[in-house]
């Protein structure tokens, strides 16, 4: 589940854990509660930090999402060092340049290379940590530096395409399959509710997620573009669609974080 950490009202980690939760994600941009508040519109950093203490208290696996931007950088920096002391994995992700961000992408845009620039004292001597590890298959490159209970990751589909390997189908709360960010490739759901297809429907985007590093028909592309366009759907007038974006080569770029999949007789 990803929350920004506020639980309304009658919501609590405890009564999600009992639930079956395993794994949280935490949007957290800021420690501080005005700068947290410019950038998310809301919220409050301590009581995300709060939900995140009690999360792992209850023995589930935690991750942070953080957006690089350049305003507001150290501020990033400091949510990444929470890792220092906390088991979690914490996501340095790239602005990408859609929807509201278009408008500040030129000025606040920070690649994952000049991130790492900042922080070589933390990755002189720092490992690499499996996705195994992580207990997610989770895109991107996970490093520990040493003596820190966390990771740091980087999540960079601005300057190295990750589409390959990405692992989500994201649900809207209007009930929309959206396997993709970049792509107009929506899935309305409530119809497939109200048809009693919906076990269909999420067995074909399950299957196509799975089977797409065997299937010639993505070519090592994004799989999105090739075999999710089932229902035939109609995009909105005036909706773009981005070209395919293929895998960069691992040596292409010693600071990207993309790795192409292995071929399927290597795993």
């Known amino acids: 589940m990803t929350s920004h950490g506020n639980l309304r009202k009658g919501l609590s980690i405890d009564r999600f854990q009992q639930a079956g939760l395993t794994y949280l994600n935490v949007s957290l941009h800021s420690l ?8 998310m519109g809301g919220g409050d950093p301590h009581q995300a930090r709060t939900t995140i203490d009690k999360a792992l208290a209850l023995g589930l696996k935690v991750k942070i999402n953080c957006v690089l931007q350049r305003t507001y950088l150290n501020d990033a920096f400091e949510v990444a060092e929470l890792a220092k002391s906390l088991p979690i994995a914490v996501r340095l992700i790239e602005l990408q340049n859609i929807g509201p961000a ?12 000049e991130a790492r620039g900042h922080l070589t004292k933390w990755f002189a001597d720092a490992g690499e940590i499996s996705r195994g590890d992580l207990g997610v298959r989770s895109p991107g490159r996970y490093l520990q530096p040493m003596d820190w209970a966390g990771s740091i990751g980087f999540i960079s589909n601005s300057s190295c395409a990750t589409c390959s390997d990405a692992n989500r189908i994201k649900i809207t709360p209007s009930g929309v399959a959206r396997p993709c960010i970049l792509h107009n490739r929506d899935i309305p759901l409530k119809p497939h509710l109200a048809d009693d297809t919906l076990s269909d429907a999420f067995g074909h985007l399950f ?5 797409r590093n065997s299937n010639e028909a993505w070519q ?3 799989y999105v573009d090739y075999d999710l366009r089932w229902d035939r759907m109609e995009r909105p ?7 395919v974006l293929p895998l960069i080569d691992a040596n292409t770029s010693a600071s990207c974080a993309v790795r192409p999949p292995r071929p399927r007789e290597e795993r």
Do not use: K, N, W
């Not at 007038?237 to 070209?243: R, T």
């Open 32 to 39: 501080d509660p005005g700068r947290s508040a410019t950038i």
């Open 102 to 113: 278009q408008a500040l992408f030129a000025a606040e845009f920070v690649s994952e290379a």
């Open 207 to 211: 299957l196509a997620m799975l089977e």
């Open 220 to 222: 090592g592309f994004h």
């Open 237 to 243: 007038e005036g909706a773009p669609v981005l070209p």
